[in-house]
């Protein structure tokens, strides 16, 4: 990369060399915004909408891990949620491992498409 700037800013003799190093500088400024509009942006809202997802956990909600696991929460802490996945069974695991939150319409749909 330096070897580049070096070379924007020594240009061939009897040349100019505010327009080489005008076009470099707005060539490395292009490329920055592409990379951040493509990769950092989208990330950030994933994550964004991920701690969301997280936080807003509570007690009585049918969750999916992200195993793979259908359970109701039936405890929290701060860092981890107690989940009953059947009468009397009951499994701790991590925040982190909520995948989806099932909304009353969506376990509806799930349990429609297990018996039919």
């Given at each position: 990369?330096s070897?580049?700037?070096?070379?924007?800013?020594?240009?061939?003799?009897?040349?100019?060399?505010?327009?080489?190093?005008?076009?470099?500088?707005?060539?490395?400024?292009?490329?920055?915004?592409?990379?951040?509009?493509l990769?950092?942006?989208?990330?950030?809202?994933?994550?964004?909408?991920?701690?969301?997802?997280?936080?807003?956990?509570?007690?009585?909600d049918?969750?999916i891990?992200?195993s793979?696991?259908?359970?109701?929460?039936?405890?929290?802490?701060?860092?981890t949620?107690?989940?009953?996945?059947?009468?009397h069974?009951?499994?701790?695991?991590?925040?982190?491992a909520?995948?989806?939150?099932?909304?009353?319409?969506?376990?509806d749909?799930?349990?429609?498409?297990?018996?039919?």
């Amino acid at each position: 990369m330096s070897i580049l700037l070096t070379i924007a800013m020594f240009p061939p003799e009897g040349g100019d060399a505010g327009g080489g190093l005008m076009s470099t500088l707005m060539m490395f400024a292009l490329i920055i915004g592409i990379f951040y509009f493509l990769i950092l942006r989208p990330q950030q809202k994933r994550q964004k909408e991920r701690k969301q997802l997280l936080e807003s956990v509570k007690k009585g909600d049918r969750i999916i891990t992200a195993s793979g696991l259908h359970a109701t929460v039936s405890g929290l802490d701060e860092k981890t949620v107690l989940l009953q996945v059947a009468d009397h069974m009951k499994m701790k695991f991590e925040r982190s491992a909520v995948a989806t939150i099932l909304r009353e319409g969506e376990v509806d749909k799930a349990a429609k498409s297990k018996t039919g």
